[in-house]
């Protein structure tokens, strides 16, 4: 009897799983299946599921010359070069400063507590901030140093994302690092540099590998900072998709084409990064 209720309540769970998948992952198939339609199998209706596919969307994407004035000006080599550089460096400039902050509001001495959860927080609050509560004095702030259109501005604004983020988790992970461990190595003889990179990054780097990827990821997505910082020298492939759409066309096709292309990077390194992921998003729960 239990056995046979085991049973049902595991085919009840697959299907339901089976059913989460399917609302998860069918845009995603949508968009991959629309990639490889021609502009009649995209706009017929109803929609076609059996088609003869075609590569011809991704070819458009890395040739000089397209058809339509919607597809004129488009570069989108250049487009991911750009996500590239502004997400990869912003990336980085993030976890130096994040890692760095979560560890010192970590482990500093405040003469009252209440001090160190008040910085953590104002500190946090800047990550759960509406963007366009921002942007404007952003514009006005970069536009007077003549940085508009410029790489390194989008790596600085992109800070807003990334600091606190990696601020909020980090220090999580620190935390759970007994401070008696370290102060242990102290008395064997290491330097403050030495104990953090020998005895608690160790402990802490399949935290720190996670919080990295979910930072890049949320910066190579940011759509707002890169269209009213950024130009058409540093145009992303975030605001690079909206020059398939114009008052002529809306070339589906090539934007469908790229939004595959553009979410490679996030896949790729979210794959080869999984079980650190995993790990590391555990690493700060609340132990029972």
Known sequence: ?????????????????????????????????????TAGDITCYPPKFIFDASWDNYKSLFKTSQTGAAASTLNFSRYYINSLIIAGFGTLLS???????????????????????????????????????????????????????????????????????????SRSFFSDVPASVEE????????????????TFPMVKSGLAATAILTFIFEWNNFLFALVIGGRNTMPVTTGALGFISYEAALWGQMAAAIILSSIPQLIIAMFAQKNMARGLTFGAVKG
């Open 1 to 37: 009897m239990d056995e046979t209720k085991n049973i049902k309540t595991k085919v009840i769970l697959y299907i339901l799983l089976f059913i989460v998948a399917v609302v998860i992952l069918f845009p995603f198939v949508w968009i991959f299946l629309t990639s490889l339609k």
């Open 95 to 169: 976890l130096i400063i994040g890692f760095g902050a979560g560890y010192t509001l970590t482990r500093a001495k405040f003469k009252k507590e209440s001090t160190r959860e008040n910085v953590a927080f104002t500190l946090i609050s800047f990550w759960f901030g509406p963007e366009l509560a921002i942007i404007l004095p952003l514009y006005i702030f970069f536009n007077k140093l003549n940085l508009l259109d410029n790489h390194l501005a989008l790596i600085l604004a992109y800070q807003l994302i990334g600091i606190p983020f990696t601020i909020w988790l």
């Open 184 to 199: 242990s190595s102290r008395i064997d003889g290491y330097t403050a540099l030495q104990t953090f990179w020998k005895i």
